[in-house]
């Protein structure tokens, strides 16, 4: 059905290009190519995505719009990050970032420095990820863009992470949240606190499970659910609900079943802590074997990607 609907608003799209072309509007036909180029995207035709974007590139040069050239130059460096090309992403959007610079596009500022912060943590690289991070948050609290601040210190809390600075970390997450509460994100608040939960102690973790308790979660998505039951996993290790190993390996299997639905690479998005706390417990518990199991899960999602638990996972293996 969402594959019908991409090629349906396709056909239309054409039909408009053709008769902007017939028209000679410049500017309608660079809209109608970077359209397309999106929608090819959705298909999973990167070659002709990126032909499609580069061709509004050049007519947005032409035209001397700024705004769109950075705008298109935006979508080109994250369909580039979507196929996980890094560095040819990371050079046009450095590109896009020193367009809005020029033209003082706070906004676009702001998206170009957190996307450059997405990459730099994509690869590891969490020291510069902050700083990009930093910068990006400095402005969204001058455009008090809470919904914006509100991402951006959820990224960085999850750099603090990987830095093995849980105080920062905790302190990110929590300011997220506060904020989440505000603007009544519900399925953002869940990905918060899932992030978050493996780093609170008991009373903390039993507040937040209260919380999550009052959610309408009548709405959530593949990957809500998944988190939800992330923390339940976390919540059951960690407060020795149970110590059967069993309930462990249910709600895992739980787990893995739901990811295999989940659109999301983003590492951050993955159950990698949930199985990193269940595998210690079932260590704990005298269950080598499944402890094994779900440390060769854990790794399987990080992949060649570094990370913070990625060691200690491996040595488990052994």
Sequence with gaps: QHKGQIEKAEKLQLEALNIRRQLGDMKGISTSLAIIGHLNKEK???????????????????????????????????????????????????????????????????????????????????????????????????????????????????????????????????????????????????ATIHRLFSLLDSNAQNGYNSEIDKLDKSNLNTNEMCWLKNIELIYVCHNDVSNDTAVIQKISKQIIDLTKKLRTNDIDDLPVEAFYVAAKKLIQLNSTKQAKSLAKQALNWIGNRKTRRKEELEKMLK
């Design 44 to 190: 999973g035709d990167f070659d002709k995505a990126v032909k499609l974007y580069l061709e509004s590139i050049e007519i947005k040069k032409q035209l001397g719009d700024k705004k769109g050239i950075s705008s298109s130059l935006f979508n080109l460096g994250n369909l580039y990050r979507d196929k996980n090309k890094i560095e040819e992403a990371e050079t046009i959007h450095l590109e896009a970032l020193e367009i809005r610079r020029q033209s003082d596009d706070k906004k676009g500022i702001c998206a170009s420095l957190a996307i450059l912060g997405h990459l730099s943590k994509d690869i590891g690289n969490f020291e510069k990820a902050e700083k990009l991070y930093l910068e990006s948050l400095e402005l969204k609290r001058e455009l008090n863009d809470k919904k914006g601040i509100s991402a951006l210190l959820v990224n960085l809390g999850v750099c603090y992470f990987e830095m093995d600075n849980d105080k920062k970390a905790i302190k990110c997450f929590n300011e997220s949240i506060v904020l989440k509460r505000e603007i009544n994100t519900v399925s953002s608040l869940v």
